[in-house]
């Protein structure tokens, strides 16, 4: 299991290009014993796999005790994979980055996201984000750069030479991450997106996620669209077990992993929903397009049960098919 944990939407920043409109005037959060109770729940579930977590907000460093605490909570439940995603406001100075960094290196996290590009820069100094880097490396701490892309702005080259004084016989690694509008991102102006030609044919590769928000909702995403129709349930309401069990069972989620989006769209066209080339950045935004209609009226229940009905129909007739081969060349 991968259970990605949202502590917070509270971010110190306004990035205007945020699409979960985070900001300085959230206050609701999970809480930390909240938080535990699901770590300890997923390790039990993921006793026979891999077992992930990771700590997103808002600002996850703004609730630093509770982060340190949840940290060592995956670590004494031997995750095999522990980080967080950060704005690294709170590296103004080396000294202070070196302290919190070894702090959560102690505590069991092993890799740390920084976010910075054009929209970030408005508010976060670069020196920061150096600081950062630097007290990462210092702890033995695998670190990212996350660069959300535009038309015209900044790309991972632009940023690498502003950072060519601290990298020399370092190791990290850089995404650069496409700008949806979704969120507070819908705001900027339709020409700073980077549109792909005709409809995203991407599979979803997070669907199988399970991310925790601040408010306890569970949805089947890594990428925060939080359609209802990927809402699991609420964990203060729903044990993380039936939470589990439904991403794992559920037929539009295998849909989405095996097909992609794109797989709904002619049901959907079909039914009256209009979808035009080059309007859709990636399958993620395909996906916050396709999702949006479903449950929204008997038609389109009907529609997308028939399609999902049809997928499990083709995947019935591989698996015989395999079979048959399988058996004939004496597998």
């Not at 900001?23 to 609701?28: I, L, N, R, V, Y």
Request: charged share 25%; hydrophobic share 35%; aromatic share 10%.
């Amino acid at each position: 299991m991968h259970l990605s944990i949202m502590i917070s939407n509270k971010c110190n920043y306004q990035c205007s290009h945020c699409i979960e409109n985070s900001s300085p005037d959230q206050e609701e959060r999970i809480s930390l014993e909240k938080i535990i109770e699901l770590i300890d729940s997923a390790a039990r579930i993921s006793e026979n796999e891999e077992f992930k977590v990771s700590f997103t907000g808002g600002e996850a460093f703004l609730y630093f005790e509770d982060l340190k605490e949840s940290v060592r909570r995956a670590k004494e439940n031997k995750a095999t994979s522990i980080g967080c995603v950060t704005n690294a406001y709170w590296a103004a100075s080396s000294q202070e980055a070196v302290r919190k960094l070894r702090e959560v290196k102690n505590a069991g996290i092993d890799h740390i996201a920084f976010s910075y590009d054009e929209f970030h820069r408005k508010f976060v100094l670069i020196d920061h984000i150096k600081n950062a880097f630097i007290a990462a490396n210092e702890a033995g701490i695998s670190a990212t750069f996350k660069i959300v892309l535009f038309k015209g702005k900044e790309r991972a080259s632009d940023f690498l030479k502003k950072i060519l004084d601290i990298t020399p016989g370092t190791r990290f690694s850089i995404e650069e991450l496409l700008g949806l509008p979704l969120g507070r991102a819908r705001n900027l102006p339709k020409d700073l997106f980077l549109f792909t030609e005709g409809i995203p044919k991407g599979k979803c590769h997070g669907c199988g996620n399970i991310m925790i928000r601040y408010d306890g909702n569970a949805y089947a995403c890594c990428c925060p669209t939080f359609s209802e129709a990927l809402l699991l349930g609420n964990v203060y309401r729903d044990s993380l077990e039936n939470i589990y069990n439904k991403v794992k069972n559920g037929s539009l989620f295998k849909v989405l992993m095996d097909k992609g989006p794109i797989y709904f769209v002619p049901y959907l066209q079909e039914a009256g929903v209009v979808f035009i080339d080059g309007s859709f950045v990636d399958q993620c935004h395909l996906c916050s397009e396709v999702l949006k209609y479903y449950n929204s009226s008997e038609l389109m229940t009907c529609t997308y049960n028939n399609a999902i009905e049809e997928w499990s129909s083709d995947k019935q007739k591989e698996k015989i098919t395999l079979n048959i081969i399988s058996e004939f060349l004496g597998i």
